[in-house]
């Protein structure tokens, strides 16, 4: 009996001496050091479109402007005394170019009354005259083989109407007609080109 209360009395003790006291301690933990690459970022611009602000990039006009003043007659470079129709044009050259011809027609059921101008003067024109003007002042016909142009070329033409002066052709502007036109010059590299355009005719 002493035995088991010795035995009771001491097993606090032994349970206390069998206790690890074993310890675990953590590393220290370093801090985060901050990144040492930088973040660059590259000082060009990616480039930049533009648009071309050359001018004669633009397309060809051709319009109609007014039956008004009197400029020629249906056979000569000469008034007579009647308003004759005017279209204005605008030629976007790219390049230096000669213009050797201008052929305006008016085609109905088939059939055309046309008008022309040719800068060399010994070729004859199929038709009516064409009066030409560029900052008003009429072109006289040259030695050369065209009108020497470049950039945006502005140009006035005057046609008449026609009464039958050749024979056959007889002619009055009206509303709703359709004037086409066709514009033959000569590139400095010597290549031949033309532009051709219609617009109508509002009175």
């Known amino acids: 009996m002493k035995r088991i209360l010795w035995t009771l009395l001491l097993l606090p003790f032994l349970i206390t001496a069998g206790c690890s006291t074993k310890s675990t301690t953590n590393p220290p933990t370093n801090p985060p050091q901050p990144s040492t690459q930088t973040s660059t970022q590259s000082s060009q611009l990616p480039p930049t479109k533009t648009q071309s602000t050359d001018v004669t990039t633009s397309t060809m006009s051709f319009r109609w402007i007014a039956l008004k003043d009197d400029i020629l007659n249906p056979k000569a470079l000469t008034k ?86 050749n024979g056959w052709d007889t002619f009055k502007f009206e509303n709703g007609q359709t004037i086409s036109i ?22």
């Open 182 to 203: 066709q514009i033959k010059y000569i590139t400095k590299s010597g290549a031949e080109k033309e532009f051709d355009a219609t617009t109508g005719v509002n009175m």
């Open 80 to 165: 007579d005394g009647k308003p004759d129709g005017h279209f204005h044009v605008l030629l976007p050259f790219t390049e230096t170019t000669k213009i050797k011809y201008m052929i305006m027609r008016y085609t109905e059921f088939g059939a055309h009354v046309q008008w022309a101008w040719d800068y060399n003067p010994t070729v004859a024109i199929v038709g009516s005259p064409m009066a030409v003007f560029v900052n008003g002042e009429m072109v006289t016909q040259g030695t050369d083989i065209g009108l020497p142009s470049s950039g945006n070329t502005d140009l006035d033409l005057y046609v008449s109407e026609l009464n039958n002066e």
